[in-house]
């Protein structure tokens, strides 16, 4: 049973994103009041959400003054300090994801644990205090390691590939184990892994039980940050996709997240030898909010991951999440990284040329190298009913090649 919501229902949303930013169309169609808090007028969230409030997520004065009222709190980004998050807790107010939860998503060595617990598959980890331990873990795991802050990365942030014991005594390592000294959590060090590819699984579940599953997708990472998805992802077997929607839908149930799951996943195809790694699906993160990997769903799924979110969070009933245009449907997401123009909207008009089918989203956010500034999307549809992979492949890279120019049009500036 639905609880009784306001009406019309608010949510409150911690994070000034592009992520919040695009909830509010979904929140619109649905005519649920969406709350803001924001560190500027200025913040890609706050430019269409008109009931803003400037206030600073990290303080739990702001963030309780901001949440009065609300029917929930949601976050568009996992950096809620915790004593703002128990100061929330202790005050009653209803939080989608519950801090229960949203740990497991904030600090990757209580997610380590927590998923081994599970019983669900981790490359080899440990938790390091000291280049020693570091050195140990390489020796006994194998070359190259994989070194993480435990909370605040994104984007790759966080995340330092070391090739050999060498590189242990290097500045950066030490002053990161310093660091991790200080705040009193160690790092994350892990295999490095042999994947053959990147998989997302994405699930949205809501307070009441109801789980609903998104198809995993195939995202590629380009120095670290995500650059294109492709939905439903095109290269993996039935089998490894069974088993990554599996593991989706065990944490969400197990770990009681409320709203998006999203699971980052390696998929190894065949055994390793050489670093003695089975084939299968391994736990890369988990994120507890809408995600990169589920901007294809506002155009290519009935139920966008941000409609979805606010569904789960409010504790309605789920929507439809498979891809559109039924089988042999697919979807392309293409991000737009910050290149050299200044101006987004000077390509906008020769990429809608380029292509009329394209969904073009911009997050008003000034471009800076590298940064995440808006995406596009396309969805592909046949109406073959019987079209052979070799016509199904030829209809695949044409999208991205479609999305990828377009891409370089908008980011680099008309031609
Ligand atoms: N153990 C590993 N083995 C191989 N590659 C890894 C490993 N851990 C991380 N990576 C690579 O680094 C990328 C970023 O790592 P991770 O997802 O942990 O960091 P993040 O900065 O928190 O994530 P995001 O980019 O999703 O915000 C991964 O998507 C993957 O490409
Ligand atoms: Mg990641």
């Given at each position: 049973?639905?609880?009784?919501?306001?009406?019309p229902?608010?949510v409150?949303?911690?994070?000034?994103?592009?992520?919040?930013?695009?909830?509010?169309?979904?929140?619109?169609?649905?005519?649920i009041?969406?709350?803001?808090?924001?560190?500027?007028?200025?913040?890609?969230a706050?430019q269409?959400?008109?009931?803003?409030?400037?206030g600073?997520?990290r303080s739990a004065?702001?963030?309780?003054?901001?949440?009065?009222?609300l029917d929930?709190?949601?976050?568009d980004?996992e950096h809620?300090?915790?004593?703002?998050?128990?100061?929330?807790?202790?005050a009653?107010?209803?939080?989608?994801p519950?801090?229960h939860?949203?740990?497991?998503?904030?600090?990757?060595?209580?997610m380590?644990r927590r998923?081994e617990?599970?019983?669900?598959?981790?490359p080899?980890?440990?938790q390091?205090?000291s280049?020693d331990e570091?050195?140990?873990?390489?020796?006994?795991?194998?070359w190259?390691?994989v070194?993480?802050?435990?909370?605040g990365?994104y984007?790759?942030?966080?995340?330092?590939v070391?090739?050999?014991r060498?590189?242990v005594?290097g500045?950066?390592?030490?002053?990161w184990l310093?660091r991790?000294?200080?705040?009193?959590t160690?790092?994350?060090?892990?295999?490095?892994m042999?994947y053959?590819?990147?998989?997302?699984?994405?699930?949205?579940?809501?307070p009441s039980?109801?789980v609903?599953?998104?198809p995993v997708?195939?995202?590629?990472?380009?120095?670290?940050?995500?650059?294109?998805?492709?939905?439903p992802?095109?290269h993996?077997?039935?089998?490894?996709?069974a088993?990554?929607?599996?593991?989706a839908r065990?944490?969400?149930?197990q770990?009681q997240?409320?709203?998006?799951l999203?699971?980052?996943l390696?998929?190894?195809?065949?055994?390793?030898?050489?670093?003695?790694?089975?084939?299968?699906?391994y736990?890369n993160?988990l994120a507890?909010?809408?995600?990169n990997?589920?901007?294809?769903?506002?155009?290519?799924?009935?139920?966008?991951?941000?409609e979805?979110?606010?569904?789960?969070?409010?504790d309605l009933?789920?929507?439809?999440?498979?891809?559109?245009g039924?089988?042999?449907g697919?979807a392309?997401m293409k991000?737009?990284?910050g290149?050299s123009s200044?101006?987004l909207?000077?390509?906008v008009?020769?990429?809608?040329?380029?292509?009329?089918?394209?969904?073009i989203?911009?997050?008003?956010?000034?471009?800076r190298?590298?940064?995440?500034?808006?995406?596009?999307?396309?969805?592909?549809?046949?109406?073959r009913?019987q079209?052979?992979?070799?016509?199904?492949?030829r209809?695949?890279e044409?999208?991205?090649?479609?999305?990828?120019?377009?891409?370089?049009?908008?980011?680099e500036?008309?031609s």
């Amino acid at each position: 049973m639905t609880a009784q919501l306001s009406s019309p229902p608010t949510v409150g949303v911690l994070g000034d994103g592009q992520l919040a930013r695009m909830m509010a169309p979904a929140a619109t169609h649905l005519g649920i009041e969406l709350h803001l808090l924001a560190a500027s007028h200025h913040a890609s969230a706050a430019q269409v959400i008109a009931r803003t409030t400037l206030g600073d997520y990290r303080s739990a004065d702001d963030v309780l003054a901001f949440a009065q009222g609300l029917d929930v709190l949601t976050f568009d980004h996992e950096h809620v300090p915790d004593q703002v998050l128990s100061a929330l807790a202790e005050a009653g107010i209803p939080m989608n994801p519950g801090p229960h939860a949203l740990l497991y998503a904030q600090d990757k060595l209580a997610m380590r644990r927590r998923i081994e617990e599970l019983g669900l598959p981790n490359p080899r980890w440990t938790q390091v205090h000291s280049a020693d331990e570091l050195i140990r873990f390489g020796d006994a795991s194998g070359w190259p390691v994989v070194l993480k802050t435990p909370r605040g990365g994104y984007d790759g942030k966080g995340v330092m590939v070391l090739q050999s014991r060498q590189e242990v005594s290097g500045q950066e390592v030490s002053s990161w184990l310093r660091r991790a000294e200080q705040a009193g959590t160690g790092l994350l060090a892990e295999q490095r892994m042999p994947y053959t590819r990147e998989l997302s699984a994405q699930v949205a579940r809501r307070p009441s039980g109801d789980v609903a599953a998104y198809p995993v997708v195939e995202p590629t990472q380009t120095n670290g940050v995500c650059d294109e998805v492709i939905a439903p992802a095109p290269h993996t077997s039935q089998e490894h996709l069974a088993e990554a929607e599996r593991i989706a839908r065990s944490i969400a149930e197990q770990l009681q997240v409320t709203g998006m799951l999203a699971v980052e996943l390696f998929e190894v195809a065949e055994p390793d030898d050489a670093t003695g790694t089975a084939a299968g699906i391994y736990v890369n993160e988990l994120a507890m909010r809408p995600h990169n990997s589920g901007h294809w769903t506002m155009d290519g799924s009935l139920t966008s991951q941000f409609e979805q979110h606010l569904r789960a969070v409010l504790d309605l009933p789920l929507g439809a999440a498979a891809v559109a245009g039924g089988a042999g449907g697919f979807a392309v997401m293409k991000n737009l990284l910050g290149g050299s123009s200044q101006n987004l909207h000077a390509g906008v008009a020769e990429a809608m040329q380029r292509s009329a089918s394209a969904k073009i989203h911009l997050y008003g956010k000034d471009p800076r190298p590298g940064r995440k500034v808006g995406h596009i999307n396309i969805l592909s549809q046949t109406t073959r009913p019987q079209e052979d992979d070799d016509a199904a492949t030829r209809r695949l890279e044409r999208a991205r090649r479609t999305a990828a120019e377009i891409a370089e049009i908008i980011v680099e500036g008309a031609s």
